[in-house]
């Protein structure tokens, strides 16, 4: 089971059948498969409690939000090779599973903090970074504008405020211009079309 399969259904669903009780799977052997298994489901708790009650739980070490065999066997006093997969393989599939289960309720509360405290993505900021450059690129236009018109209402000079008359016309010409080219370029695409 790979954290991508995984949904927060799925997690969810996981979180409110785990009980004060839990039911034991049918495949659960008697023995130490039975002590194995309890003392893996009551690590599970302590990091189900660990993760849903820190507040930064992408601070949280491994060891806090996952069970190793080796928590497992060094809990009850048993060697870290007690408890292999070719012993007690259905208890190891079992054990996998729900450490992804861990990792993917540790990932949803992480998303959950970050959106509470308004954290962003990196599209989200590189998004802001070019409004915001677009932003300072017109107030800079903006500006340099009005002290170019608080230069030209000083000086008493005709000519200056002819000059930008004549510049502002020219500008209106070029856009008409540029958008007369944009049709034609159209129509010469068009007409290309219709020959091939």
């Given amino acids: 089971m790979s954290i991508d399969d995984l949904t927060d259904f799925d997690i969810d669903n996981w979180l409110n059948d785990s009980g004060d009780t839990p039911s034991k799977p049918e495949w659960l052997g008697s023995g130490m498969e039975t002590r194995y298994y309890d003392r893996f489901e009551a690590l599970v708790k302590t990091c189900k409690r660990n993760i849903l009650s820190d507040d930064s739980p992408s601070g949280l070490a491994f060891s806090h939000y996952q069970v190793g065999r080796a928590d497992v066997c060094n809990s009850l006093g048993k060697s870290r090779s007690a408890l292999r997969s070719d012993r007690f393989p259905k208890l190891t599939r079992h054990m996998t599973a729900t450490n992804a289960m ?53 000086s008493d000079s005709s000519s200056i405020q002819d000059k930008v008359q004549k510049i502002a016309d020219l500008e209106a010409g070029n856009k008409q211009l540029e958008r007369q080219v944009a049709r034609m370029t159209q129509q010469l695409r068009n007409n290309f079309k219709a020959i091939q």
């Fill in 102 to 154: 861990l990792v993917a309720l540790r990932k949803t509360e992480i998303d959950k903090n970050q959106q509470a405290q308004g954290y962003k993505n990196k599209p989200e900021l590189l998004a802001e970074k070019n409004e915001l450059k677009n932003e300072v690129k017109k107030l800079k236009g903006l500006l340099h504008r009005q002290y170019m018109d608080m230069f030209i209402e000083g």
